[in-house]
């Protein structure tokens, strides 16, 4: 358990479009661990990424709730008006010498690829996020990072991850609210963005720091993240956070095969909510593309 025996769980989804199926399964199996420990069961905003969310998606994600029933804390905490947090948490990284600026764009990233690929011997690494970052701005000089930044090229934070794991001296363990104890393997992310060029954090710094200032027992979230989860642990760590428990359930996906995404209009929870689909019938619905 954290330091606090209360069970926290929390939806946090990002309003960049509708909310789909899936969504309403996570947010349902958070709402329901909570109540049934007697907990408390938090809704969060994602929203750093200022091109893509926009209010009316808020409204939507609690409209959707609404309907679900489901009952959330407030005030509400909104990931835009936490910079200030986020800030202190790379600079306490910085400090440790675990983050270096990156000018790359996609494009000098795909050539770089492109190039190793032509050496057997350099072949890109794949992780489970896609292939990962192949360190070309990892051991710039500090005068080279200096004139690049003073020249104005725009830079993301990313983090040293071979110099964070070499600063690991007990194995490092996550806790899986099924399996148990679970070694911490985040070397397969590679060197993350901890700060991206057009906002000033990203998805994984946050939410770790969230998760520990909203005092989060329990995190249930998809499968998808189950990687991310390895490397959480391993920001937790660093920065001295509390320790949680991860669950990942599966993704809902079309009987094709295909995963729900939010672009796929047909299975939004405000869809089915105004083609006069009842809350009770959800459980029904998601079991078909569970
Ligand atoms: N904002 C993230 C998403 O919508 C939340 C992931 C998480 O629960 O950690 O995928």
């Not at 010498?97 to 770089?112: A, N």
């Not at 983090?159 to 194995?171: D, G, H, Q, R, V």
């Not at 359930?249 to 089915?272: C, E, F, V």
């Amino acid at each position: 358990m954290t330091q606090t025996d209360k069970i926290i769980t929390r939806f946090a989804p990002s309003p960049s479009g509708d909310l789909h199926l899936g969504h309403g399964y996570s947010a349902k199996l958070n709402y329901d661990f909570a109540e049934k420990h007697s907990g408390t069961f938090i809704l969060r905003i994602e929203d750093i990424d200022h091109l893509r969310c926009k209010s009316e998606f808020e409204q939507s994600i609690f409209d959707d709730l609404n309907w679900l029933d489901l009952k959330w804390q407030t005030p509400i905490r909104r990931q835009s008006e936490h910079f200030d947090d986020y800030k202190k948490a790379l600079d306490k990284l910085d400090q440790m010498g675990l983050l270096y600026p990156c000018f790359c764009t996609r494009k000098d990233i795909r050539s770089e690829i492109e190039d190793s690929s032509r050496a057997p011997h350099m072949r890109p690494k794949l992780g489970p996020e896609g292939i990962i970052y192949p360190g070309i701005c990892r051991d710039l000089s500090h005068k080279e990072q200096t004139q690049k930044i003073a020249d104005g090229i725009p830079h993301a934070l990313r983090f040293n991850m071979a110099k964070a794991l070499s600063l690991i001296t007990e194995p490092l363990y996550w806790t899986d609210l099924k399996t148990g104890e679970q070694l911490a393997d985040p070397e397969m992310l590679g060197d993350v963005v901890l700060a991206r060029k057009d906002f000033p954090t990203s998805y994984h710094l946050s939410v770790v720091i969230d998760d520990h200032i909203q005092n989060i027992s329990h995190v249930i979230r998809g499968q998808d993240l189950y990687y991310a989860s390895h490397f959480h642990r391993l920001l937790q760590h660093l920065l001295g956070l509390n320790k949680l428990i991860y669950d990942h359930h599966p993704l809902l996906s079309t009987p094709d095969g295909n995963r729900l995404a939010k672009r796929d209009k047909s299975i939004t929870l405000k869809s089915l909510r105004e083609s006069g689909v009842r809350p009770d019938e959800l459980d029904q619905i998601i079991k078909k593309y569970l």
